[in-house]
């Protein structure tokens, strides 16, 4: 029993490559593509689409599963894929079935699956994957000595200490487990690994995808591998079994099977046609199979841990992530010498990501919480550290203060701002709503006063939804509201605000004394 048919990847309509001729000799390096697909902050899908073609030159195509894009590049290309700021996972496209006919029954169903592993074209994808690791070997080698000190010195705490990190949604049914192939399931507490289904794929305002995100879950099934992708056979011709395992994100209520019998299934198949070996922890490759309704997209993950987190090194409660403050700034489309001041910066990444991508710019950072400033200030001080590191002993330096103050009362002189980016607070992991009621009013007030009427700008991530819009609406003749885009920031539905600085005065500050 076949798969059911569907367009194979490739960009836009045009067929998947197939399986590539017998590799040419040497030389092929140069001109092996890849389709690559990157996880994106849902909501921000063009922005990172235009991050692409602006900086790689490809046209990318969006996908109907929210906060995914696909583009094309030559493998040569693709350090600067990893460089791309708008993207927090990448994977290398296998294939891609726009329209994958499941049957109805589950054992046919999950027995297509397993079927469909024999006539993948694994080849390309593979090359692309080995080319990847050499890239991220030598990485390691120049980070690791920088590493190790700084987390002597500060041990991270990861779970849910960032904002927009992996969270899971406990509103709506996930199930998401792990198996390794074949085996029956590890021991109960290794079976709940929530890896933020919510983050990746909610953001729908409110509730409107309801149907599919009921019947949303994800799994890694392993199946393992180590090092070489080819046959399981290193260069020196010695074979060193690959460790693997297999991740699915399935969506959608259509299916008779669950994702994590899906990557068990899938995962034994490519065990069993590479000769890998499972491994859930420990893995080389890790396989991805994304079920989205009928869009089916098998691929090879190229990151292992989400991007998202390269600036921030102290991070605080409610730290957000560095891919949706780049997608927050792009909004206000920042030109150069333009000041940008994010005045509830907590530990600092919204002004860390515009110092280091928009650099022609000036950025300023304060927070009332001495707490959060002193993260902040820790977070600038890795920054330059890391930018030392890479030429000489002089440091570049960074466009970027950060102050202590009143967020009701800035220093700052009225009209003297270009851009303000800031988070506001929530009310769910700081601060509390009902502050909220009396915050909103007064900080829009006072972003008016310093922003310049008539070009200002201001983008405006926020929980508190309805706070912000009657606070808005009490400040109509300061703020226009532009675009609204919905985002998923730690399974919470948030809205970011483009709001526009009308022509109108704003009040001056009356002098103390």
């Not at 490759?285 to 994304?290: F, H, I, R």
């Not at 292992?304 to 730290?319: K, Q």
């Not at 994010?342 to 000036?362: F, L, N, R, V």
Request: hydrophobic share 35%; net charge negative; charged share 30%.
């Amino acid at each position: 029993g076949g798969a059911g048919g569907g367009a194979a990847a490739g960009q836009g309509p045009a067929p998947a490559p197939a399986p590539a001729p017998a590799p040419a000799p040497a030389e092929e390096g140069a001109e092996l593509a890849a389709v690559v697909g990157a996880t994106v902050p849902t909501g921000f899908e063009l922005t990172a689409a235009e991050e692409v073609q602006e900086k790689l030159g490809s046209a990318s195509r969006i996908s109907r599963d929210r906060g995914k894009i696909y583009f094309e590049v030559p493998a040569r290309g693709l350090p600067q894929v990893h460089r791309l700021r708008s993207v927090d996972n990448l994977f290398v496209v296998v294939q891609e079935f726009k329209d994958y006919q499941f049957k109805e029954n589950k054992e046919d169903a999950l027995k297509d699956l397993e079927d469909l592993v024999k006539k993948l074209p694994w080849t390309d994808p593979l090359k692309v994957w080995e080319l990847n690791n050499s890239l991220k070997k030598k990485k390691t080698k120049r980070k690791k000595h920088n590493l190790q000190s700084t987390a002597s010195r500060e041990k991270l705490n990861d779970d849910g200490e960032e904002e927009g990190g992996d969270q899971k949604d406990a509103s709506k049914q996930e199930d998401c487990a792990q198996n390794t192939a074949g085996v029956e399931p590890v021991s109960s507490q290794d079976t709940e690994k929530t890896q933020g289904v919510a983050s990746r794929n909610g953001g729908e305002e409110e509730e409107e995808d309801n149907e599919q995100s009921d019947a949303k879950d994800e799994l890694q099934a392993g199946s393992g591998s180590e090092t070489k992708a080819g046959d399981g056979k290193t260069s020196e011709g010695e074979a060193k079994v690959l460790k693997f395992r297999v991740t699915c994100n399935r969506a959608g209520d259509k299916h008779s099977f669950t994702s994590n019998e899906a990557a068990r299934d899938f995962g034994g198949a490519v065990q069993e046609h590479f000769q890998w070996k499972a491994d859930m922890t420990n893995f080389d490759v890790e396989v991805l199979l994304n079920i989205h309704n009928n869009e089916v997209v098998v691929g090879i993950a190229l990151t292992e841990e989400s991007l998202h987190r390269r600036n921030i090194t102290h991070f605080g409660p409610t730290t957000l992530r560095s891919t949706l403050a780049y997608g927050m700034l792009r909004l206000c489309d920042p030109q150069p010498t333009d000041i940008i001041v994010d005045p509830m910066c907590g530990t600092g990444a919204i002004p860390i990501e515009g110092a280091t991508e928009w650099p022609s710019c000036y950025h300023i950072a304060g927070d009332n919480n001495p707490q959060a400033v002193k993260r902040a200030a820790n977070n600038i001080c890795s920054l330059l550290k890391k930018n030392e590191n890479k030429e000489s002993s002089t440091s570049l330096g960074i466009p970027l203060d950060i102050v202590q103050w009143d967020i009701c009362n800035l220093p700052l002189r009225t009209g003297s701002v270009d851009i303000i980016v800031s988070d506001m607070p929530f009310g769910k992991r700081i601060g509390s709503k009902k502050k909220n009621w009396d915050l909103y009013p007064a900080c829009l007030m006072e972003m008016g006063r310093i922003c310049t009427p008539g070009t200002g700008r201001a983008v405006l991530l926020t929980q508190d939804k309805k706070c912000f819009a009657k606070a808005l609406s009490r400040m109509g003749h300061i703020w226009r509201k532009g675009q609204t885009v919905w985002v998923n920031v730690g399974g919470l539905h948030a809205a970011v605000y483009l709001l526009k600085r009308t022509w109108e005065r704003a009040e001056e500050k009356r002098s103390f004394w």
